[in-house]
């Protein structure tokens, strides 16, 4: 079960931002979209969540097309954006009782979903904690445990470790490729070339447009990844 996008284009007003886009994003894989400022990684979560459409183009997820079948195709799908949405009000456990009742789950189905997603992201014991009172990195490792309750098969973040500390953005980034390694279809995306591991699927996004495709290590070939993605990056797509 996966994520495909085949030639997906989209602009603001004249302005191009997406021109042909296509990958996929397989199960048990880390794909890592990885473009610098600008590159279309927004606008292109903007189209897989729904908030934005486009006519050009196919998003198929876990064989939903996006365009036919929008509910089926974000039932699968677990999304955590750039910008926390959680209330800081509210303890972690709370957070996740109302983002699963949201989802149509009951409270006795949502309470061992809850458990478990906790469990999965090393946060069960902070469960009763407000979430004003977590650090940023417990604050994101929530975010995720709540993108896991419904049980999606694709899961897509975009930046998810926007200011966090070094130490915060690894223990993240680990936990998301033991999800990836669990069987999950994970698409991260990022600026960061430290965030990427040599075994991830690497898609290079520049001026809107995917410019390597394949196995981390075949794209940088010897070379270290930041030098690589610069050299992709500097020069007009
Ligand atoms: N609402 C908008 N109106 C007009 N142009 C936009 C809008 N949102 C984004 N753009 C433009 O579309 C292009 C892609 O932007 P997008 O935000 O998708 O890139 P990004 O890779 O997510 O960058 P960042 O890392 O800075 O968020 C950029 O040229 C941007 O200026």
Do not use: C
């Amino acid at each position: 079960m996966t994520l495909h996008v085949d030639g997906v284009s989209y602009a603001y007003g004249a302005k191009p931002a997406l021109d042909g886009v296509g990958f996929r994003a397989e199960r048990g894989r880390f794909t890592a979209l990885l473009g610098p400022n600008g590159a279309g990684k927004s606008t292109l979560f903007g189209l897989l969540s729904g908030l934005l459409t486009t006519r050009s183009g196919r998003i198929e997820v876990a064989g939903h097309d996006m365009a036919r079948a929008p509910r089926a195709a974000l039932a699968a799908m677990g999304i955590v954006f750039q910008q926390t949405t959680l209330d800081l009000d509210l303890t972690v456990r709370q957070n996740l009782r109302y983002f699963a009742a949201l989802r149509g789950l009951s409270g006795r189905a949502a309470g061992p979903r809850i458990d478990a997603a906790l469990e999965r992201l090393n946060m069960a014991e902070r469960a009763g904690e407000k979430v004003r009172a977590l650090n940023g990195g417990h604050r994101r490792r929530t975010e995720i445990a709540r993108a896991l309750l419904h049980n999606p098969q694709v899961l897509l973040l975009d930046e998810p470790t926007v200011g966090l500390d070094a130490a915060a953005r690894r223990g993240i980034t680990d936990h998301v490729h033991d999800l990836a390694r669990d069987g999950m279809a994970v698409l991260w995306a990022t600026h960061l070339t430290d965030e990427v591991a040599a075994d991830d699927h690497l898609l290079v996004l520049h001026r809107g447009r995917v410019l390597a495709d394949g196995p981390a290590t075949d794209v940088t070939g010897n070379r270290p990844l930041a030098e690589t993605f610069l050299t992709m990056t500097s020069t007009p797509a």
